[in-house]
């Protein structure tokens, strides 16, 4: 079983930045891809970005050269700073893990709400 717990959302002013961290338990954190995704109400759960065992990263093309994901394995963290936010970042940001290749996001957060005012 894997914990996940969201954190550092908040109310920020459009061109503004902020930087979520999701803190995961789990002895083999760094063998895990770690995903964010995002969820605007009445709107469908996208995917933001993700980091693999080995570093390598991917993101929606949405957030590309805004958003930044990485991970401290010492700590057992993601983050993603997001930067130059917009409007239509306002969402519920989630965290996921998944821990076996292939096996999809096995593990979510609780979420972290993010609000940027134009």
């Known amino acids: 079983q894997v914990q996940l717990v969201e954190s550092g959302g908040g109310l920020v002013q459009a061109g503004g930045s902020l930087t979520l961290s999701c803190a995961a338990s789990?002895?083999?954190?760094?063998?895990?891809?770690m995903g964010w995704f995002r969820q605007a109400p009445g709107k469908e759960r996208e995917f933001v970005a993700r980091?693999?065992?080995?570093?390598?990263?991917y993101y929606a093309d949405s957030v590309k050269d805004r958003f930044t994901i990485s991970r401290d394995n010492a700590k057992n963290t993601v983050y993603l700073q997001m930067n130059s936010l917009q409007s239509e970042d306002t969402a519920n940001y989630y965290c996921?893990?998944?821990?076996?290749?292939?096996?999809?996001?096995?593990?979510w957060g609780r979420g972290t709400q993010v609000t940027v005012s134009s």
């Open positions: 996921a893990a998944s821990v076996d290749s292939g096996g999809g996001y096995k593990y």
């Open positions: 789990g002895r083999t954190f760094s063998t895990y891809t």
């Open positions: 980091i693999d065992w080995r570093s390598r990263t």
